[in-house]
């Protein structure tokens, strides 16, 4: 049975601080994902990895940075927490073909 | 730009009633995903589709691929309380990594 975990379900911060949000599959999938999901704007992809070490830009990366330096974990980093990254961010991995991708539970952030 | 639109955007219905949503694009996919995602939890698959004009039934559920591979329907028979979730679409095309998702459309089956 395919898996991906979130390292929180909920998180609080405060405005400024810095925050790492981890993900981890054991599918042995190349492609991995994070995005985040607001009411009204649907799915949001912030980056994605399609190897080791490699990373691509999404459609909203501003504010964001990621780390692969392992197949199985991905990590979402939020340089200095603002209130409008207050989101859902889910995680998602994947093979290439036919790209269907498996999510983690969510992370609910919540920046004060 | 691909996207992919999704309808209705609200379904509210009573347990027993027969629904049917669509997502549609102008863009040719080369894959088509549903998911049903609970509120609080990430979306989970139901089923993949690739083969235009393909059928996959997964007990009361029924996909459906369109034979251009632009579009697609999730036809629940005999709705039940347990269906209740936001369905979405998502789409694989020129990317060789990314889907396309719609916004979904948000399904309440009451009791």
């Known amino acids: 049975d395919v898996k991906v975990t979130q390292s929180s379900r909920y998180l609080v911060k405060r405005t400024g601080e810095k925050v790492f949000l981890e993900c981890v599959q054991d599918?042995?999938?190349?492609?991995m994902f994070w995005y985040r999901q607001d009411p009204g704007l649907g799915l949001r992809l912030i980056y994605f990895s399609y190897d080791v070490k490699m990373k691509e830009k999404g459609d909203i990366p501003e504010g964001y940075s990621v780390s692969r330096e392992k197949k199985e974990r991905f990590s979402l980093i939020l340089e200095s927490a603002s209130t409008n990254q207050t989101s859902m961010y889910l995680c998602?991995?994947?093979?290439?073909?036919?790209?269907?991708?498996?999510f983690g539970p969510g992370t609910r952030l919540l920046v004060l | 730009t691909q996207l992919l639109e999704q309808s209705p955007q609200f379904l509210s219905i009573q347990e027993g009633e027969n629904l049917t949503v669509y997502c549609n694009s102008s863009s040719v996919f080369s894959s088509l995903q549903w998911y049903r995602q609970e509120p609080g939890e990430g979306p989970v698959l139901l089923v993949t589709v690739v083969t235009g004009g393909e059928v996959k039934k997964l007990k009361r559920l029924t996909f459906q691929f369109g034979d251009a591979r632009k579009d697609s329907s999730l036809h629940i028979t005999a709705a039940q309380p347990g269906d209740t979730g936001l369905y979405l679409c998502a789409g694989g095309g020129g990317s060789n990594y990314k889907l396309t998702f719609g916004k979904g459309t948000l399904l309440t089956v009451n009791p």
């Open positions: 599918m042995d999938h190349e492609n």
């Open positions: 998602a991995s994947s093979i290439t073909a036919p790209k269907t991708q498996y």
